[in-house]
Structures are given as structure tokens and as C-alpha cells.
């Protein structure tokens, strides 16, 4: 198995630019969910899904769009970025429903650079 | 909000010592978790306590879980190099839906 895994490693955009950050895993999980990593800050969560068809809103959800038409991907969108948009994204993934906040595996991150 | 408070924020230590970080909250959380982050990595889940007073270890490292279940503290022993990265401590609450609190991390540095 791959794990997570996360395209592209590292991006650079200018205000307005949209793109899509690619997240995909080979484990069958259920459960994905994206977070952002800020300096001095904890990770945040962005959007999760509990499956296939079916996306939910994080903690700091605005600016960001995402969609699950597959249970191996779970792409995050940004239509118009920000220079606050500025991160390291993290993708997760977790096999337990009742167990998937302690279970998740994470890829290895997208760092985001919006001029 | 809830918030996690991790201290310290960063530690230089020499590579054999004893290593002691914690996260307090004014909240009460059901499960504490400890990750470690290697540079350019995602989080590996370290250690995961899930009782008030429970105390585990995972080889050289070892958590607890607060009696107050507002603070939890991790300690490595020992360090050797491969210690190096940025620690995150996690605190979950489970109030209708399950929520997962991050502390702001303690960057670890060894001097060989």
C-alpha cells in the first residue's frame, strides 16, 4: 500500500488562481479529512467525508471546496486564493468510524505559498 | 473555542538527555494524543491515552493522561538523534460530534 499520498508537494499561486490539491489513498478507508498547519498553530480541520458522496464542513471550512466521487480521492479545491490561504495541507485518511480521529494516517503534506 | 496550550515550544537539549513536554486546557477531553512530525512529514501518531490517570509508554517514550482530564504530559528518555521533530499533543472531545484540538507543537532539537 502507498498510504496517503498528496500532489502536489509544493505549489506557489498568485491571489485569484484556483487549483486543486490531490489527496488519494489505497486502504479502503472511509473517513478522509484535510487540514491546514499554520506557524505556531495546531492543525485545523478543513472539510472531512465519511464516505463516498457525503462531504462535511471543519473548523475553518471558507475558501475551500471539496468533493468525494471515490473512496480512494478526496480533492480540496481553492476557487480563488488567498495570501491567508498560505499553509502546509495535510490529508488524512482512518479505517474506524468510532475510532477515526485517533486512527488516521496522514499523508505527507502540500505546501501552499499565495503571493 | 477550545484551545490546547503545549509548552515548551522548543527544546535544545544534548542527545542523552530526558525530555519532558505537556498540553493544559481549560477543557475536558475524552482522549489525549501525542504525534510526532518529521520535516516534510506528515503526523505518526505517537501514543494514545484514553482513560483519566492512565499512564502508557511506547518504548523509550511515555504519556499520561490527567486526572483533571485538562493536561496530559509526554516524556522521552534518553534522546538520541532520531528524536529530532516537532511533537503535537491532541486532545478529543465527544459532544455530538467528535472534535480534534491540536496543541501549537514543541520543536525538539538534539546536539550530537
Known amino acids: 500500500n502507498a498510504g496517503v499520498t498528496q500532489t502536489p508537494k509544493f505549489q506557489v499561486l498568485k491571489t485569484g488562481q484556483s487549483m486543486t490539491l490531490q489527496c488519494a489513498q489505497d486502504?479502503?478507508?472511509?473517513?478522509m479529512s484535510w487540514y491546514r498547519q499554520d506557524p505556531g498553530m495546531g492543525l485545523r480541520l478543513i472539510h472531512y467525508?465519511?464516505?463516498?458522496?457525503?462531504?462535511d464542513q471543519g473548523e475553518v471550512p471558507n475558501g475551500y471546496n471539496v468533493s468525494r466521487s471515490t473512496t480512494e480521492d478526496f480533492p480540496l479545491r481553492l476557487l480563488s486564493a488567498a495570501p491567508s490561504q498560505t499553509s502546509v495541507y495535510f490529508c488524512?485518511?482512518?479505517?474506524?468510524?468510532?475510532?477515526?480521529?485517533?486512527?488516521?494516517?496522514f499523508g505527507p503534506g502540500t505546501r501552499l505559498l499565495v503571493l | 473555542g477550545q484551545q490546547l496550550n503545549q509548552s515548551p515550544q522548543s527544546m535544545f537539549i544534548q542527545e542523552g538527555e530526558d525530555v519532558s513536554m505537556n498540553c493544559t486546557s481549560s477543557?475536558?477531553?475524552?482522549?489525549w494524543l501525542w504525534y510526532k512530525q518529521d520535516p516534510g512529514e506528515g503526523p505518526v501518531l505517537l501514543i494514545a491515552?484514553?482513560?483519566?490517570?492512565e499512564l502508557t509508554s511506547n518504548g523509550r517514550l511515555t504519556a499520561q493522561f490527567g486526572i483533571t482530564r485538562k493536561d496530559s504530559f509526554l516524556n522521552i528518555s534518553a534522546s538520541i538523534p532520531s528524536d529530532v521533530g516537532i511533537y503535537f499533543c491532541?486532545?478529543?472531545?465527544?459532544?455530538?460530534?467528535?472534535?480534534?484540538?491540536f496543541g501549537q507543537g514543541t520543536r525538539l532539537t538534539i546536539n550530537p
Open positions: 477543557s475536558i477531553f475524552n482522549t
Open positions: 491532541a486532545g478529543l472531545l465527544i459532544q455530538g460530534a467528535q472534535k480534534l484540538v
Open positions: 486502504m479502503n478507508h472511509e473517513y
Open positions: 488524512a485518511s482512518s479505517p474506524e468510524w468510532d475510532r477515526r480521529q485517533e486512527t488516521q494516517y
Open positions: 467525508s465519511v464516505g463516498a458522496g457525503i462531504t
Open positions: 491515552l484514553y482513560k483519566a490517570g
